[in-house]
């Protein structure tokens, strides 16, 4: 989009001032869009004022659009939009749905100090409030965004070249521009509830903290329900350099059907000195520090991998209170960017959380030969209760790219630890079919060497043994070290490990695993029983053991099945 830029005395009308970006569909079935251009309003307040008492505030549509569609996998990054700037706050309402005031675009106003929301409503728009006070809002009312256009944003003043090149997978949950944003100052919203409908959009950037672990970069704080409904989607990013969190905190939280509650490759990044050509992870810890100029994957919740068996960096962050967001991975001689780490999703709900959605903080995986994988972030939950049929997701990301010439790695999975209430959750009767996910993804089986790179699963906490089943796989848990605070016991008439997503080590602190029936193994499982710690001593072999005098006891009352793995060359593992 261009630029409009009108100066008067007095401005009045209903008509629009549009400087949007332009959109193309390619015959591939891709979607281009350009960004959202400037708008600029300057008047005079008190000559304005007198001839609004008389004519009303001008119901004027102030719009920088960029004309972007979010189409499953075939949609390029989205353009941003452009800037719509005012005199002063008179033009803002609590609705913003294309019929008056800002359409589309960031708020830029020279004084704040007539605008005071009671609630706020945005209705297939796209808004973004990057400074001033809007980007500290309290309301005694609700928020509300929806329509596939419909989207708030709270912060991001300040922008940071994003990673070149990252895989669909985790593009398609990130619905983020080319630049990774951050704030000035720490936002906060402050309101009844938020709601997010029919595919609405909620974004809040975080600043500067002293430390990850210090306070919280941005917070969301409700008195009421934090919903992301069917098919709508929020953003958590993190700091890409500082580490910062979004903190929400709720009565409930709930993720629906179709829904995205996503921090996925949103954690550290990696990026260039200034005035030089050194690439640097800033203060992430599991970036990859070995330095020989090849590609390398970051660690977190277990450790990164690379092909030629180097260490190159080790796991970090707390099993029971992670907070830290994953590490990106390097690019190869000072080319391109390595990908991003997967954020954090930090949520403290005084009630229930509820989860038939997904809530995904993977680390970014390449699509290109010079670029290594981030590792998976961290999902910290502390809830009354939880509940849901969907997903929760740190994966690490994967280098799946068929080359030859350049070796190969995997990042590892990050760190999800859910805090409830071991007597509520007990008692209560909502289905827990989550599959929950802290895998080290497997290569493209198309790279042999590809498969020898294989870096650390992440880990999953929870307080007790309640969701320790007798199956793994979808709708249970899938992938990950799972630790548990209390061993309240686990004797199950059989188990089963089904499917080559299953990546499951279970530690029992000493405690026996008895199992009655058979324990089967097949479509190329792996399941593990003991461990909790590693040895570093062998690059990038990684061997769990079991701390000293609680090394794994399983006995089984019938009999240990592997059964034909679905694909030639692949293989059940027990551990």
């Known amino acids: 989009g261009g630029s409009v830029w009108l100066t008067a005395q007095v401005v009045c009308g209903s008509g629009k001032l549009s400087a949007n970006g332009g959109f193309c569909s390619s015959a591939n079935g891709y979607k281009y869009c350009g960004a959202g251009g400037r708008v600029a309003l300057d008047y005079d307040p008190a ?31 989205l353009a941003d939009v452009g800037s719509v700037y005012m005199t002063d706050d008179r033009f803002l309402g609590e609705t913003f749905d294309g019929t008056r005031g800002v359409s589309d675009g960031q708020v830029f106003c020279g004084t704040w100090s007539r605008w005071q929301p009671k609630s706020l409503t945005v209705s297939d728009v796209w808004v973004r409030f990057p400074e001033g006070p809007a980007t500290n809002l309290t309301l005694t009312g609700d928020v509300r965004v929806s329509g596939v256009n419909g989207r708030l944003e709270i912060g991001g003043d300040e ?50 903290t002293n430390g990850v672990d210090q306070a919280d970069g941005a917070e969301i704080v409700l008195s009421g329900d934090f919903t992301v409904g069917m098919n709508a989607f929020a953003l958590l990013p993190c700091h890409p350099t500082n580490g910062a969190v979004v903190k929400v905190t ?28 050194v690439s640097t992870g800033g203060i992430a810890p599991g970036y990859p520090t070995y330095a020989r100029p ?77 670029v290594g994988p981030g590792s998976g972030g961290t999902v910290n939950i502390v809830c009354k209760t939880i509940a849901g049929t969907g997903t929760i997701d740190a994966t690490g990301g994967r280098y799946d790219v068929d080359n030859r010439y350049f ?19 007990a008692a209560s009767e909502d289905p827990v079919a989550i599959s929950w996910k802290c895998n080290s993804q497997v290569c493209k089986e198309t790279v042999d060497h590809c498969c ?31 630790h548990f605070g209390s061993w309240t016991g686990w004797s199950p008439a059989g188990v089963v490990a089904d ?4 990546n499951v080590r279970l530690v029992s602190g000493g405690h026996d695993f008895i ?61």
């Not at 609004?52 to 949609?75: E, H, I, M, N, Y």
């Not at 720490?186 to 509830?193: G, T």
């Not at 499917?499 to 299953?502: A, M, Q, Y």
Request: hydrophobic share 35%.
């Open 159 to 208: 922008a940071f070249p994003y990673c070149y090149s990252v895989n669909s997978q985790v593009e398609e949950t990130e619905r983020a521009s080319r630049v990774r944003r951050m704030s000035a100052t720490c936002p906060k919203l402050a309101c009844a509830n938020l709601t997010l409908t029919d595919g609405g959009q909620f974004m809040i950037y975080p600043g500067l």
């Open 515 to 575: 199992i009655n029936g058979n324990l089967t193994i097949r479509n190329s499982a792996a399941l593990g029983f003991g461990g909790g710690t590693n040895c570093f001593t062998r690059p990038n072999a990684y061997p769990p053991f079991s701390p000293a005098g609680k090394g794994a006891v399983v006995k089984v009352g019938g009999g240990v099945i592997m059964e034909a793995p679905e694909k030639a060359g692949w293989k059940n593992e027990l551990s």
């Open 47 to 77: 000559a304005q004022d007198e001839a609004d008492a008389v004519l009303g505030v001008p119901s004027l549509r102030l719009q920088a659009a960029a004309k972007w569609t979010f189409a499953k996998a075939t949609s390029r990054p």
């Open 499 to 502: 499917g080559p997503d299953v």
């Open 407 to 425: 070796p190969t790695s995997v990042g590892a999975g990050g760190r999800i630890a859910v805090h409830y209430d071991r007597v509520a959750q």
């Open 250 to 277: 709720a009565e409930n939280v709930t993720v629906g059907s179709g829904a995205w509650l996503s921090s996925a490759g949103q954690g550290f990044m990696e990026y260039k000195l200034p005035g030089t050509n």
């Open 452 to 482: 020898r790179a294989e870096a650390g699963i992440g880990t999953v906490w929870f307080p007790d043994t309640q969701f320790l089943g007798d199956r793994f796989g979808v709708g249970s848990l899938t992938s990950g070290e799972y």
């Open 294 to 370: 090849d590609i390398y994957a970051a660690s977190h919740g277990g450790a990164g991998s690379h092909v030629s068996k180097e260490l190159n960096s080790l796991p970090y962050d707390s099993l029971e209170e992670p907070r830290m967001p994953g590490s990106p991975g390097n690019r190869a001689y000072n080319k391109y960017g390595g990908c991003s780490g997967g954020g954090v999703v930090l949520i403290v709900a005084r009630s229930k959380v509820t989860v038939d959605g997904t809530v995904d903080v993977r680390g970014q995986s390449p699509n290109n030969a010079n």
